[in-house]
C-alpha cells in the first residue's frame, strides 16, 4: 500500500508540474500575441517584445531548478512567467513554519509565478500564481489580484467576477473566504492601504480529494488566462499622460515595499535556496518614491 501510494503521489507530482508549465507556454503565447496587435505611438520605434528564456538549477546539495521567461516590451513594460519545480530540505527554523516538515524537513515544490508591469498607466499590473506543495502533508495554493495604478471599476469587476465563477465551480463558498484572505494578505500595514484592487489568495489547500483541489487550482489559471488578457487589449491604446506615468511610478514603489517587506513567496524562494534574479523578478523595472 505504501509503495502504490507513493507512486500515486509522483504520479500526482508529475502531473502538477506538467500543468504549470503548459500554463506558462500559453501565457506567454497570449502575451506575445499582444505585443504583435499593438499599433500605437510606440510600434514605429519599438519592436514587439519577446520572451527569453533561461533555465537555471539549484545547488547540489538540493535539488530541481526552474525557466524564468522574461519579456520587455512596447505593452508589457516588464513581465516574467516563472516555473520553477524543487526539492531537498528545510532549514530547522523554516521547518517549523510549514505544515508537515517539522518532524521531517523533507519538501517538494512546484508552480508558476506571474508579475507583469505595464508600460501605459492605463493598464493595469497583475499578479498570479499557484504552486503544489508536499511535505509529509500536501496542498495547493496561490491566486491572482490586480494592481492598477489608476483603478478602473468595470476592469475590477471583471476581473473579480472571473475568479467567483473560478470559485463558484468549485465551492460557493470560496470565493468570499479567498477574497477576504486576498484584502487581508496584499495589505501594506506600514501605509495603512491595499496594494491593489484585490483579488483571491488560498493557502494550505487540502480537502483529502487531491483532484478536486487541483482542478480548482487549474480554474483559477484559465480564469486569469481568460480575463486578464482583455483588460490590456480593452486599454492599451489609450492616451496618458506625464501625471499618469508619475501616478504609476509612485504606486509601483508601493508594490515594491510590499514584495520585499511582506510578500511570503520571495521569503520562500530565498529560504529554500531559489534563484535571486526569479524570485526578485516581481519587482517594477522603475519605481519611484516622492
Not at 508552480?111 to 508536499?134: D, Q
Not at 494578505?185 to 489547500?205: P, S
Amino acid at each position: 500500500m505504501a509503495a502504490q501510494e507513493t507512486l500515486d503521489k509522483e504520479a500526482q507530482k508529475a502531473e502538477a508540474r506538467q500543468w504549470f508549465e503548459s500554463l506558462r507556454d500559453r501565457i506567454c503565447a497570449v502575451f506575445e500575441a499582444i505585443e504583435e496587435e499593438y499599433d500605437g505611438p510606440l510600434a514605429a520605434d519599438m519592436p514587439a517584445g519577446r520572451f527569453e528564456r533561461r533555465a537555471w538549477e539549484r545547488e547540489e546539495e538540493n535539488g530541481g531548478g526552474g525557466v524564468m521567461s522574461l519579456m520587455k516590451g512596447r505593452v508589457f513594460e516588464k513581465v516574467g512567467v516563472n516555473v520553477s519545480t524543487v526539492h531537498g530540505n528545510f532549514s530547522e527554523k523554516f521547518a517549523r513554519q510549514i505544515p508537515g516538515a517539522d518532524e521531517n524537513p523533507a519538501f517538494w515544490a512546484s508552480g508558476i509565478s506571474l508579475v507583469a508591469h505595464m508600460r501605459s498607466p492605463k493598464v493595469p499590473a497583475v499578479h498570479m500564481n499557484t504552486r503544489h506543495i508536499v511535505t509529509t502533508k500536501s496542498w495547493f495554493g496561490g491566486g491572482a489580484d490586480l494592481n492598477p495604478p489608476i483603478p478602473n471599476d468595470e476592469d475590477t469587476a471583471d476581473f473579480h467576477a472571473a475568479l467567483k465563477a473560478a470559485c463558484d465551480k468549485a465551492d460557493p463558498g470560496y470565493y468570499e473566504k479567498y477574497k477576504k484572505w486576498c484584502d487581508d494578505y496584499f495589505f501594506i500595514k506600514h501605509r495603512n492601504r491595499a496594494r491593489g484592487v484585490g483579488g483571491i489568495f488560498y493557502d494550505y489547500l487540502d480537502n483529502g480529494d487531491w483532484a478536486a483541489d487541483f482542478a480548482f487550482t487549474k480554474s483559477v489559471g484559465e480564469a486569469f488566462l481568460n480575463v486578464y488578457p482583455k483588460l490590456v487589449r480593452r486599454h492599451m491604446l489609450e492616451p496618458w499622460t506625464d501625471e499618469d506615468r508619475h501616478t504609476q511610478l509612485l504606486y509601483r514603489g508601493l508594490y515594491t515595499e510590499f514584495n520585499l517587506v511582506y510578500d511570503r513567496g520571495t521569503k520562500f524562494g530565498l529560504e529554500t535556496g531559489g534563484n535571486i534574479d526569479a524570485i526578485l523578478m516581481s519587482l517594477p523595472p522603475v519605481a519611484v518614491w516622492d
